[in-house]
């Protein structure tokens, strides 16, 4: 048995406790390194919508990112045209931006691209901290940076390769 009791519950950080959805996502989500392409690029894309909102109002429409994206599948975003984004702005499911909306299909066309150069999108990402994830051990809620050298980096190199809404603190998410 480990040192915490059956009758105990998981200590969580307190953002986690403000809803069943976030104290969901903090248990099976949240900090959980992503190996597989698929939820890869749906973490990316997530996280671009994020952008500027609070992660709940994400959390509340996943199903709805997952319906109005094809399942965060590139292959079948590419062939959205303009009718699926003027579809995909009428969808009270998930945040209307024009540009976020339209990013996720940019960003479907340079994953693909990185893939027809024989780059693993994956691999790509993990090598920006060396194919590990980075453990930071902060003590109390103080200053949680939101950016590090590495996600500037990683940021930096998506830019360069088409991807859109790529921004540092979204890579360091």
């Known amino acids: ?18 809803t069943p959805e976030l104290t969901d996502y903090y248990d099976t989500e949240w900090g959980m390194p992503v190996f597989d392409e698929s939820g890869v690029f749906e973490r990316l894309s997530l996280e671009a919508f994020q952008s500027g909102l609070s992660w709940i109002t994400i959390l509340k429409r996943t199903e709805s990112y997952h319906r109005a994206y094809a399942d965060f599948d590139p292959v079948r975003i590419v062939q959205f045209d303009d009718q699926d984004v003027a579809r995909l702005m009428q969808d009270t499911g998930i945040i209307r931006n024009r540009l976020k909306v339209q ?7 340079a994953y693909l691209a990185l893939e027809a150069e024989g780059i693993d999108f994956v691999d790509y990402l993990w090598s920006f901290v060396g194919g590990a994830p980075i453990v930071n051990q902060r003590q109390g809620n103080g200053d949680i940076p939101a950016t590090s050298p ?12 088409g991807f859109t809404f790529v921004g540092s603190t979204i890579c360091y998410a």
Do not use: C, F, H, Y
């Not at 059956?6 to 953002?15: A, G, H, Y």
């Not at 990013?103 to 066309?109: D, G, L």
């Open 103 to 109: 990013s996720i299909i940019k960003n479907a066309r």
């Open 150 to 161: 590495e996600s500037d980096a990683m940021s930096k190199a998506l830019k360069k390769r």
């Open 1 to 18: 048995m480990s040192a915490q009791t059956l009758n105990e519950q998981p200590v969580r950080s307190t953002w986690a406790l403000g």
